[in-house]
């Protein structure tokens, strides 16, 4: 037989070894890659839902929720032109690793998730003070008023940076406020520090580096987005009549045609 105290031996043995382990790790890997995939797809789906005020919606009834209430999951340039469209039937999303890659394309395809409600999520993505931060924000029909939101990270500190996504009083200061206009578009500051009242919010105290990151992600999307947003926006016009300049206005700002001279 072969002498198994040979070095040879231990070699042959050692190499036989590794090339089983690593063809059983990488069937695994494949194996399992899909599943993975489909839970991250799951969990993103679940957050834009969220940012539509479907909050908490089960596991299971995800996808179906999505395609139940979506009207249209469209990409945009920076000039807020429809330059393509996401599938609905098959839940195509953006996850993180495509939305970095948006932040430095120079022919930008930005999505955006227009719900049968009303809302319209757009997505953020920068660096945190550990890891990657993200965040789906819901806006109103103005596409300036902030219906709900929805943040997550990779490696934010627990109890502290991760307060930006498991800190339900945070996302709840978001809602009513308004993107602003000019340099800064919104701002999640320490109370002291914020400049703006309706443009931004309060940062979680103990968490103030997260949180300037996340103020800092928010105002690069805002302008990202900016152009497809102000385009966009639903102008309600209520009983408005067209004056004499030929432009629309309340009607209540106008005297009734029938008022007599006393």
Same mark, same amino acid.
């Given at each position: 037989?072969?002498?198994?105290?040979?070095?040879?031996?231990?070699?042959?043995?050692? #190499?036989?070894?590794?090339?089983?382990?690593?063809?059983? @790790?990488?069937?695994?890997?494949?194996?399992?890659? =899909?599943?993975?995939?489909?839970?991250?797809?799951?969990?993103?789906?679940?957050?834009? @839902?969220?940012?539509?005020?479907?909050?908490?919606?089960?596991?299971?009834? #995800?996808?179906?929720?999505?395609? *139940?209430? /979506?009207?249209?999951?469209?990409?945009?340039?920076?000039?807020?032109?429809?330059? $393509?469209?996401?599938? /609905? %039937?098959?839940?195509?999303?953006?996850?993180?690793?495509?939305?970095?890659?948006? /932040?430095? +394309?120079?022919?930008?395809?930005?999505?955006?998730? #227009?719900?049968?409600?009303?809302?319209?999520?757009?997505?953020?993505?920068?660096?945190? &003070?550990?890891?990657? #931060?993200?965040?789906?924000?819901?806006?109103?029909?103005? &596409?300036?008023?902030?219906?709900?939101?929805?943040?997550?990270?990779? $490696? %934010?500190? =627990?109890? @502290?940076?991760?307060?930006?996504?498991?800190? =339900?009083?945070? *996302?709840?200061?978001?809602?009513?406020?308004?993107?602003?206009?000019?340099?800064?578009?919104?701002?999640?500051?320490? =109370?002291?520090?914020?400049?703006?009242?309706?443009?931004?919010?309060?940062?979680?105290?103990?968490?103030?580096?997260?949180?300037? +990151?996340?103020?800092?992600?928010?105002?690069?999307?805002?302008?990202?987005?900016?152009?497809? @947003?102000?385009?966009? *926006?639903?102008?309600?016009?209520?009983? *408005?009549?067209?004056?004499?300049?030929?432009?629309?206005?309340?009607?209540?700002?106008?005297?009734?045609?029938?008022?007599?001279?006393?």
């Amino acid at each position: 037989g072969m002498n198994t105290n040979s070095n040879t031996y231990t070699v042959i043995y050692s #190499i036989i070894l590794v090339v089983v382990v690593a063809a059983v @790790l990488a069937f695994a890997a494949m194996f399992l890659k =899909p599943a993975q995939d489909a839970n991250v797809k799951k969990d993103t789906i679940g957050q834009i @839902l969220t940012a539509a005020t479907f909050a908490n919606v089960e596991d299971a009834a #995800i996808l179906d929720t999505y395609k *139940a209430e /979506i009207e249209s999951a469209i990409l945009v340039n920076l000039e807020g032109e429809k330059v $393509g469209e996401l599938n /609905i %039937e098959e839940c195509e999303v953006y996850g993180t690793s495509d939305l970095k890659k948006q /932040i430095a +394309a120079e022919q930008k395809a930005l999505p955006v998730y #227009i719900f049968k409600n009303g809302v319209t999520v757009v997505p953020c993505y920068g660096a945190g &003070l550990w890891g990657p #931060i993200w965040g789906y924000i819901g806006f109103e029909k103005d &596409l300036k008023t902030i219906k709900a939101v929805r943040f997550g990270h990779k $490696g %934010e500190t =627990p109890g @502290l940076g991760a307060k930006i996504a498991d800190e =339900p009083s945070f *996302a709840e200061s978001f809602v009513a406020k308004t993107v602003g206009e000019g340099e800064l578009l919104f701002e999640v500051a320490k =109370p002291a520090n914020r400049q703006t009242e309706n443009n931004g919010v309060d940062a979680i105290s103990g968490a103030t580096i997260t949180c300037q +990151a996340l103020g800092k992600t928010l105002n690069q999307w805002f302008g990202f987005y900016q152009s497809y @947003l102000t385009k966009n *926006a639903a102008v309600e016009v209520v009983d *408005a009549v067209i004056n004499e300049t030929g432009e629309l206005e309340p009607a209540e700002n106008v005297e009734p045609a029938n008022t007599v001279e006393e």
